[in-house]
């Protein structure tokens, strides 16, 4: 799924709805860290990704940061962050347009009132309704235009949410085992339920297992985890819905003589 590969690699595909991570925090007072210790939810995983996906159905504008870390076998860890915005029409805001934005950074930002403002993002990647996706290096001063599907983009779970790409939550389920066992665990401060996602027999010696951390009052998504030879944990951070985003104020800023790549069929 997401490897600096293919969104120049920030985050992995939550197969079906979100994506999600952070770092575990752990405790050193013995007592606190038993007092954080995993415990067995009531409800099951199917449950649990069923009020994940029905979190999202009254969501009409999306903002979050997101935070994601690589460690590799040698002990080597990569991070990057992106600043993600979206809008999409609802039962109760059917006059929206579907817009996404997702911006990368090779360095911390925040959406912090005081904080300065954030350095040109190394890529650009934007959607809207003409079922375009457009990636764009500031930098090179390119754009580069294709036809939006499950293959170019970087975030098909927010393709999805945004109503870009087709999504089917029995279908998803279909094609991942949602372990039964949930448990809840505190993350920085916000209780969650972890849920645990195993690709199918065909797919396990390719598909890594995933973690799944959902906020227990909102159900979105706190931390994603995959568990491989690569581990990723991605953060979601200052994430604010419904604030009145308008799809115009998504539209990218470029340079008039950017060179545009056409991939488009």
């Known amino acids: 799924?997401?490897?600096?590969?293919?969104?120049?690699?920030?985050?992995?595909?939550?197969?079906?709805?979100?994506?999600?991570?952070?770092?575990?925090?752990?405790?050193?007072?013995?007592?606190?860290?038993?007092?954080?210790?995993?415990?067995?939810?009531?409800?099951?995983?199917?449950?649990?990704?069923?009020?994940?996906?029905?979190?999202?159905?009254?969501?009409?504008?999306?903002q979050t940061i997101l935070h994601q870390m690589e460690t590799h076998p040698s002990g080597e860890v990569k991070q990057f962050w992106a600043r993600v915005q979206m809008v999409r029409p609802t039962e109760d805001h059917q006059d929206l347009e579907s817009s996404f934005l997702l911006e990368l950074f090779d360095h911390p930002i925040s959406r912090a009132a005081n904080a300065p403002e954030d350095a040109t993002p190394s890529k650009i990647y934007f959607a809207d309704a003409s079922q375009l996706f457009?990636?764009?290096?500031?930098?090179?001063?390119?754009?580069?235009?294709?036809?939006?599907?499950?293959?170019?983009?970087?975030?098909?779970?927010?393709m999805y949410l945004a109503g870009f790409l087709d999504f089917d939550i029995e279908t998803f389920k279909e094609k991942a085992y949602i372990d039964s066992d949930v448990f809840q665990e505190t993350i920085h401060e916000t209780e969650t339920y972890r849920i645990h996602i195993q690709p199918r027999k065909e797919k396990r010696d390719v598909e890594p297992p995933r973690y799944?951390?959902?906020?227990?009052?909102?159900?979105?998504?706190?931390?994603?985890?995959?568990?491989?030879?690569?581990?990723?944990?991605?953060?979601?951070?200052?994430?604010r819905t419904n604030q009145?985003?308008?799809?115009?104020e998504l539209m990218p800023q470029v340079r008039e003589d950017a060179v545009i790549d056409y991939r488009t069929q």
């Not at 575990?24 to 038993?34: G, N, R």
């Open 1 to 62: 799924m997401l490897t600096r590969q293919r969104i120049d690699s920030l985050v992995i595909c939550i197969a079906g709805f979100a994506a999600v991570a952070i770092l575990l925090v752990f405790l050193a007072c013995d007592s606190a860290e038993a007092a954080d210790q995993p415990r067995k939810a009531r409800l099951t995983g199917g449950q649990a990704i069923d009020r994940a996906a029905q979190a999202w159905k009254p969501i009409y504008d999306y």
């Open 134 to 158: 457009y990636t764009i290096n500031p930098e090179a001063n390119t754009i580069i235009i294709e036809n939006l599907n499950e293959r170019t983009s970087p975030l098909p779970e927010f």
């Open 212 to 239: 799944l951390w959902i906020d227990r009052k909102t159900s979105l998504p706190e931390k994603f985890t995959v568990d491989a030879d690569v581990r990723i944990d991605v953060l979601f951070t200052e994430t």
């Open 244 to 248: 009145g985003l308008k799809s115009e």
